[in-house]
């Protein structure tokens, strides 16, 4: 409290406090100190790595004042505050975003001129922040972004994996993983040493009467793992707003060896005890859209729930307001049902150590509690065998047991004649052994329930979560549709687009405004405007050309169309159905004259994502992608009529370049498997067209930019279930160019038949993916395209006026939505100095 310190101390820190810099000389200053302090180096051996380290090291510190004064200013104003909890946050690399965000990136630049180095270079050192496997984890550090940038009071809550995704490398055309250790330099992150949590696992729970009566349950004599802190500050785009980022890190209870062990001689059983405790954190699940069930996960998912938990409630009980009030002070944000151990963790918190009776704790917790689904796939859907949560959890267990009891309860009373309606909902699969749903858990304990694009709202509600609309009706569940921050995918990824619509626009308000991008359409037919437009699509497709020459030896032609997808390898994105059809074009090429061949539109098929480890499939389709690669572009009868490039390694900072350098992105999953997609967006709104199916945020993509300017193809999701049906009973009817392209292949053209003969084989077998009955269609909508892009004129009118229509696809838009419909919160701005 501000009265209690003495004035000599408030004069002291007043002289002395840290100040940020805001011109060129007070950057050089900050950046030579930590060049020469924090990291030991002079000017004789300070080059590009300890360029970067200075840089970022001067900006942290910029950030941390400003995040001082954001957590003193929140603290000090009390009000509500969102938690939004991930298992993944894929921030990508962080210097670019914060000198960007805090408007100084100028100053960096002429800064680090005077020392003799170019910014580009300096940026392309930082290594990426990988915590996450695709769209759910960017979309999770989109948030973060639009969180800050419009001033909400908000944290995130992850895990430090000491592994983040595993880095790809294509060695004969195969994917190999190389682990991804990334701390070896971060400074990004403040350790809290001081901000530590102890987690419990295992042990038995003991009952007990206390002295009214009432039962008490304890959970005890478990092994003991310690939770530590580190936060990483999250800048808003011209706002003093600095939010928290707080990742978890696991240590062995006493943080130091079992000295009785050690002592005792058994130093190999105390070094393992550390290790065991450790592992927690130590790597990402490298799965995307896939549940595999391991034991590791589950503790993952415990200790980060637990720890995140307890420090929500430690912050909660200093303000001393009644527990009733905790839901008007705390939204908790669910990212997927990953965290749903967070709702029995609140529930056991408020009965067992608070004292709360069942229904006052329990109505703390729903009101507290949203939940996001992002897919409807079953093998996506988390279940934990009942087993391994008794033996870990056991507390944790009968809770579960408990909240089931009442909502069957329930769901008895509201539907007393459908008995099947009980073992439909029930939290508890009766299977063998016994599953936690935990979807279903998600549901129950969460007062709304969001998808991520309308299609994918409407699919959950007609299908896996159909009983509970039912139960609970419809305003329990609702839509917010994905977006992507504008600040990244735009202004960072595409500066040059950046300042053209800003010199229309009169200035940089659309990055916080994305909806001010309608006025640009007023410049679709003007010719500087084209031509200014069109010289920025080409230099970004030249750089794509540079970095596709410099990694992969190929040399491609930036006047060719690229034709770009990057994503997940996953068999319902169907990159399958792409490189099929780039077989098929290449034997249509083969098939002409040389003349025919010359009036054709040159393509470049770009193709880059990781496939999970243990995904075979996946990793098939990679090595498919990969020779065809290798023999269309030694095919010198081709030439520049079409290459075909996988780009290794694909991630958050690649897709910065990779973005805006596309004519056509692919976005082609099986009608009603893809939730949103957020990739789409990204394409679109630098100034390319997507090739789609009506699936996911593809639908209301479209409904903005207008049919005319989108090339949609294939079979509906109301469909796929039918044609799924007839493949089942009649066979796979296989398209007559996708048999041709099987003939290649089995040919030995793309070598050895064999390694493809899982894919081939699975398309005539089931065609689960309607791979055959999507072929035509594709091709014919490709070709369409071909003549689409021969009239740069016609086309460069299409892109403009999609560019315009994309205002709705900001993460901005979401976070307003969220906070109006679901978190009920309100933004707080900071003062320039403070509170
Ligand atoms: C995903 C969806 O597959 C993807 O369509 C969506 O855009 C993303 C964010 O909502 O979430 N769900 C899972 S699981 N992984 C994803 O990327």
């Given at each position: 409290v501000e009265a209690e310190i003495p004035d000599e101390q408030k004069t002291a820190w007043k002289k002395h406090s840290a100040a940020g810099f805001s011109n060129k000389e007070d950057f050089e200053a900050a950046a030579i100190r930590h060049i020469e302090t924090t990291l030991a180096r002079s000017l004789y051996n300070c080059d590009e790595g300890a360029a970067y380290g200075g840089t970022a090291l001067a900006f942290r510190d910029r950030l941390i004042i400003d995040w001082n004064k954001t957590q003193q200013s929140h603290t000090f104003a009390d009000q509500k505050r969102v938690y939004y909890l991930s298992l993944e946050f894929l921030m990508g690399r962080a210097l670019d975003n914060a000198m960007l965000n805090v408007g100084l990136k100028d100053v960096a630049r002429e800064g680090l001129a005077d020392l003799g180095f170019r910014m580009e270079d300096v940026i392309g050192i930082e290594r990426d922040a990988a915590l996450g496997n695709g769209g759910l984890g960017r979309l999770a550090a989109c948030f973060l972004d639009s969180l800050a940038s419009l001033d909400y009071p908000a944290w995130g809550y992850g895990l430090r994996y000491r592994y983040g995704i595993f880095k790809q490398e294509i060695i004969n055309g195969y994917q190999v993983e190389v682990p991804?250790?990334?701390?070896?330099?971060?400074?990004w992150e403040f350790p809290r040493h001081d901000v530590t949590v102890d987690i419990q696992f295992y042990g038995h729970v003991r009952k007990y009467n206390d002295e009214n009566g009432r039962q008490v349950s304890v959970w005890e004599n478990g092994e003991i793992v310690t939770a530590n802190a580190y936060d990483v500050p999250i800048p808003g785009y011209n706002t003093p707003t600095t939010n928290n980022l707080r990742l978890w890190s696991s240590k062995a209870a006493s943080g130091e060896f079992d000295f009785q062990k050690f002592n005792s001689g058994e130093y190999e059983q105390s070094v393992h005890d550390q290790m065991r405790a450790e592992t927690i954190s130590a790597v990402l699940y490298p799965n995307d859209n896939l549940d595999r069930g391991k034991e590791l996960r589950l503790k993952q998912q415990y200790f980060w729930c637990a720890a995140s938990l307890h420090d929500i409630v430690r912050r909660f009980k200093k303000s001393k307001k009644a527990w009733k009030e905790f839901p008007n002070q705390i939204a908790i944000q669910l990212n997927d049902t990953h965290p749903t151990l967070a709702i029995p963790e609140l529930q056991r918190i408020l009965v067992d150590e608070e004292g709360l009776d069942w229904d006052t704790a329990w109505s703390i917790v729903v009101n507290t509690f949203g939940y996001t689904n992002h897919t409807v796939m079953a093998e996506a859907l988390e279940k934990w065998s009942v087993p391994l949560i008794q033996h870990l959890l056991p507390r944790h267990l009968e809770i579960i047991y408990e909240i089931n009891l009442h909502f069957l309860q329930y769901v008895e009373r509201t539907f007393p004649k459908d008995r099947d309606m009980l073992s439909r909902v029930s939290i508890v699969e009766e299977s063998n052994p016994k599953m936690i749903r935990m979807a279903f858990l998600a549901i129950v304990g969460s007062h709304k329930v969001n998808g991520v694009a309308e299609l994918h709202s409407d699919l959950i509600k007609t299908t896996i979560f159909k009983d509970f609309v039912k139960i609970y009706g419809q305003d329990k569940f609702t839509n917010v549709t994905n977006g992507i921050t504008p600040r990244r995918w735009l202004h960072q990824a595409n500066p040059k687009l950046s300042e053209l619509i800003a010199s229309k626009l009169g200035g940089y308000d659309f990055l916080k405004d994305l909806t001010l991008l309608h006025k640009i359409e007023a410049y679709a037919d003007d010719k500087q405007f084209r031509k200014a437009f069109q010289d920025i699509k080409y230099a970004n497709k030249t750089r794509l050309a540079k970095y596709i020459k410099e990694t992969t030896g190929v040399s491609v032609n930036p006047a060719a169309l690229f034709d770009i997808q990057v994503k997940r390898i996953h068999e319902y994105k169907r990159q399958q159905l792409n490189i099929f059809g780039v077989i098929h074009r290449y034997l249509a090429l083969k098939a002409m004259s040389p003349e025919e061949r010359k009036k054709m539109q040159p393509r470049v098929s770009i193709f880059g994502g990781k496939a999970a480890p243990g995904y075979w499939m996946a990793k098939c389709i990679i090595h498919l992608v990969n020779e065809v690669g290798r023999v269309v572009n030694n095919d010198p009868e081709i030439g520049d009529a079409l290459k075909v490039i996988f780009i290794e390694d694909y991630n958050v900072s690649k897709c910065e370049i990779i973005a805006p350098a596309s004519d056509i992105s692919e976005h082609i999953s099986t009608a009603g498997t893809e939730a949103s997609g957020t990739s789409n967006m990204k394409f679109v709104l630098n100034g390319g067209l997507i090739i789609g199916t009506c699936d996911g945020a593809n639908i209301e993509i479209t409904r903005e930019i207008g049919e005319d300017n989108i090339f949609l193809f294939g079979n509906l999701a109301e469909d796929v279930e039918d044609i799924r049906h007839q493949h089942t009973y009649e066979g796979v009817l296989i398209d007559e160019g996708l048999q041709k392209v099987f003939d290649a292949i089995h040919s030995g053209m793309f070598g050895h038949s064999d390694e493809f003969s899982a894919l081939t084989n699975t398309v005539v077998n089931h065609d689960h993916w309607l791979t055959s009955a999507d072929f035509e269609a594709y091709c014919k909508t490709q070709d369409t395209i071909d003549e689409a892009f021969k009239d740069q004129e016609a086309w460069l009118h299409k892109t403009i006026l999609a560019v315009a229509r994309m205002g709705f696809f900001t993460a901005d838009r979401c976070i307003e939505e969220y906070a109006e419909m679901i978190w009920n919160v309100e933004p707080q701005k900071i003062k320039q100095n403070g509170a």
């Open positions: 991804d250790y990334w701390l070896d330099f971060n400074p």
